[in-house]
C-alpha cells in the first residue's frame, strides 16, 4: 500500500441541498442522483447475480476471499472498489480513499473497520470444516448458514452491498452442499428485523429461522401463498414483515386468507404463515381474532427438496421453445429481477 495519505471519497462533492443529490456514492455511470444511481445498479447486480446463480460467477473455499470475490462480480460494473472491504484503501476516481472504520445504520452499529479480518474469520468458523456441512438435513444447515448470516451482518465488511452479498453467498453455500435457498421469500422487514435481534442477542434464533424458511420448500410454499394475499388485498407483499409459525408457538390475530394448505395470519404487525391444519375448521368472521397453537411442520404440505439443477434446467428448456432470442430473454429477466429487488429494498436503504 502506498505511503502517499489518502484524499479520496467515496461520495461525489455535495453542491445541493436536494437529499437526492446528497451523499451520493462515486459510481462507474458518472450518476449522482441516489434514485438515478438505485435503477442502474440494481440492474447491473441483478445481471451479475444471475450469472452466479448459473455457475458463471467465482468459486472458492467460502472463505473471506470468496466473500471477497462475490462482491467484487456483483458490483464489478457499478464501483471501482467492488471486491475491497472498509479496512482497505482502494483507488475511488483516481484518489486514494481513507479505510472506513465507524459504520451504523438506523442506530445499530456494526464491527469497527478495523477488526474486520477477526470479524470475518469468526463469521465464518461454522462453515470451516466442510465435513460438518457434506450431508447435513435442511434444519442443520440453515442453522449453521443463519450462523454465518447474522455474524457477517453484524460485521458489516463492505461499504455498500452487504445483504446482497451475503445472501449470494448463503445461496452458493447450500448450492455447493446440496440445498436450495431461495431469499425472495424473505421479505426486508422479516430480514431487518432478525438482523437487529441477532445482533443485540447472538443467542436468538431468528436468523436461523430466517433460513429454514428460506430452505424448507414447505415453508417457502406458505409464504408464498401468504404473500399473495397480501397481493390480493392490493399490498406490496414484500414491504411486509411475513414469515411461518414455529412448532409449539401460540398465535392469536386475524385471517387474512386461506385455502384448505395455507392460513394466513395478522398478528402484531407481522403476516404468520400456518398449517391450515392447525386452524379450527369452522374460522372466525371476518376481522374476529382467533387464538391457537401451532402444532405443524409444514410438512403435510408434502413438498420434497428437488435437485438444485431442476429449476435451471426447466428455465431453459422453456427458453428453448420461445421465439425470444437468448440475449432479448436475459435481459429482460436481469430487468425483472432488478425491479424485485428494488421493490423489496422500497425504503432506499442499502442491502
Do not use: C
Amino acid at each position: 500500500m502506498s505511503d502517499s495519505p489518502a484524499q479520496g471519497s467515496y461520495f461525489y462533492p455535495n453542491t445541493s441541498d436536494d437529499p437526492d443529490r446528497t451523499d451520493v456514492l462515486r459510481n462507474k455511470f458518472g450518476i449522482e442522483t441516489h434514485s438515478e444511481l438505485r435503477i442502474e445498479e440494481y440492474r447491473a447486480t441483478a445481471f451479475r447475480m444471475a450469472e452466479i446463480a448459473e455457475g458463471d460467477g467465482p468459486q472458492g473455499q467460502f472463505d473471506k476471499a470468496h466473500l471477497k470475490a462475490i462482491h467484487g462480480h456483483i458490483f464489478q460494473d457499478v464501483y471501482e472498489w467492488a471486491g475491497h472491504t472498509r479496512d482497505e484503501s482502494p483507488i475511488v476516481d483516481g484518489q486514494r480513499v481513507e479505510p472506513i472504520g465507524g459504520l451504523s445504520k438506523g442506530g445499530t452499529a456494526f464491527l469497527h473497520g478495523s477488526r474486520i479480518e477477526m470479524g470475518l474469520d469468526e463469521a465464518l468458523k461454522p462453515i470451516r470444516d466442510p465435513d460438518v456441512l457434506r450431508g447435513s438435513t435442511p434444519e442443520q444447515f440453515a442453522e449453521r448458514a443463519g450462523q454465518v448470516m447474522a455474524e457477517l451482518n453484524y460485521v458489516h465488511p463492505f461499504r455498500e452491498g452487504n445483504g446482497r452479498t451475503q445472501e449470494v453467498f448463503i445461496a452458493e453455500l447450500g448450492r455447493h452442499y446440496g440445498h436450495e435457498v431461495d431469499f425472495t421469500v424473505i421479505s426486508k422487514p422479516r430480514m431487518i428485523e432478525a438482523s437487529i435481534e441477532t445482533t443485540n442477542d447472538p443467542s436468538s434464533a431468528a436468523m436461523k429461522h430466517v433460513l429454514e424458511d428460506a430452505v424448507d420448500p414447505n415453508r417457502r410454499e406458505a409464504l408464498r401463498a401468504a404473500l399473495s394475499d397480501l397481493e390480493v388485498r392490493v399490498e406490496v407483499a414484500l414491504e411486509h414483515n411475513v414469515r411461518t409459525a414455529r412448532p409449539s408457538e401460540e398465535v392469536t390475530g386475524q385471517v387474512l386468507g386461506h385455502d384448505d394448505r395455507v392460513a394466513s395470519i395478522v398478528s402484531d404487525e407481522r403476516i404468520i404463515a400456518v398449517d391450515r391444519a392447525d386452524l379450527p375448521e369452522r374460522l372466525p368472521d371476518d376481522e374476529a381474532e382467533i387464538t391457537f397453537t401451532a402444532r405443524s411442520d409444514f410438512s403435510r404440505l408434502g413438498r420434497e427438496p428437488q435437485a438444485i439443477q431442476a429449476p435451471v434446467q426447466a428455465e431453459r428448456a422453456e427458453a428453448t421453445r420461445q421465439d425470444t432470442p437468448p440475449a432479448e430473454l436475459k435481459a429482460i429477466e436481469t430487468d425483472i429481477a432488478a425491479q424485485r429487488a428494488r421493490e423489496r429494498d422500497s425504503d432506499g436503504h442499502e442491502r
